[in-house]
């Protein structure tokens, strides 16, 4: 079946430092890719999506683009703030299907 | 405009009780799906409805079980609940039935303790 595999975390940046999140899938087809932010006591806010090889989804400074040769979404952004301290979620869905299928999640905190 | 609403916002129950949990989707978003969040891991796909009718459901006992209203609202109901039911239930509206294109909108949640 559909799989995201996340990169382990937690994951500890100092603030600016340069964030990469590595994800990447299985699934057969092209599915649409998406990245959610949990932050404490919430639930899940879209941050970014892309829903075809090559595009680039970006968002707040964030970026990640839909690569699918190697099957992979990773997210990145260039100086994170401590703001960005949150568990950050990889999924997919296809287009006729119902449902996201989502990684289990990698835990960033961000120290200033 | 108001987010996907989502009540009650914490919930405690006893082993073998059951519970209706509520969602109101964003204004003119006719899909609402429903996941289970269990602590440390990703959410589970539960159920998605569209336009009143069921579209989807995951691997979940029929303990679990949804409906939709005229308004587009859901409720999410769990029989006979048991320890492991304690988990965040988030629900999610989107435009079309799919949200591959648009994406989904989750709510904050439903925090269910099962004692």
């Known amino acids: 079946g559909d799989s995201v595999t996340q990169m382990e975390g937690p994951v500890t940046l100092s603030e600016e430092a340069f964030l990469t999140i590595n994800c990447t899938y299985t699934a057969t087809g092209y599915p649409s890719l998406f990245w959610y932010v949990q932050y404490p006591g919430e639930g899940l806010q879209l941050l970014l999506k892309?829903?075809?090889?090559?595009d680039k989804g970006s968002n707040k400074g964030f970026e990640a683009t839909y690569r699918k040769e190697t099957t992979s979404f990773h997210l990145e952004k260039g100086s994170v703030q401590v703001s960005d301290s949150a568990v950050y979620f990889c999924a997919l869905t296809f287009f006729g299907n119902e449902k996201l299928t989502f990684g289990t999640g990698t835990r960033l905190t961000i120290i200033p | 405009d108001a987010g996907v609403t989502q009540s009650p916002t914490h919930l405690i129950k006893t082993r073998g009780q059951q519970v209706t949990l509520r969602c109101s989707p964003i204004?003119?978003?006719?899909?609402v799906s429903w996941y289970q969040q269990v602590l440390g891991q990703g959410p589970q796909f539960i159920f998605q409805y569209y336009e009143k009718e069921e579209r989807g459901r995951g691997n979940f006992p029929d303990r679990f079980s949804a409906r939709q209203f005229p308004n587009y609202s859901s409720e999410l109901n769990v029989n006979a609940l048991l320890l492991g039911d304690s988990a965040l239930y988030l629900c999610?509206?989107?435009?079309?039935?799919?949200?591959?294109?648009?994406?989904?909108?989750f709510g904050s949640g439903t925090r269910l303790t099962v004692v």
């Open positions: 892309a829903t075809k090889a090559d």
């Open positions: 204004s003119g978003h006719k899909s």
């Open positions: 999610a509206s989107s435009l079309s039935p799919t949200g591959s294109n648009y994406g989904y909108t």
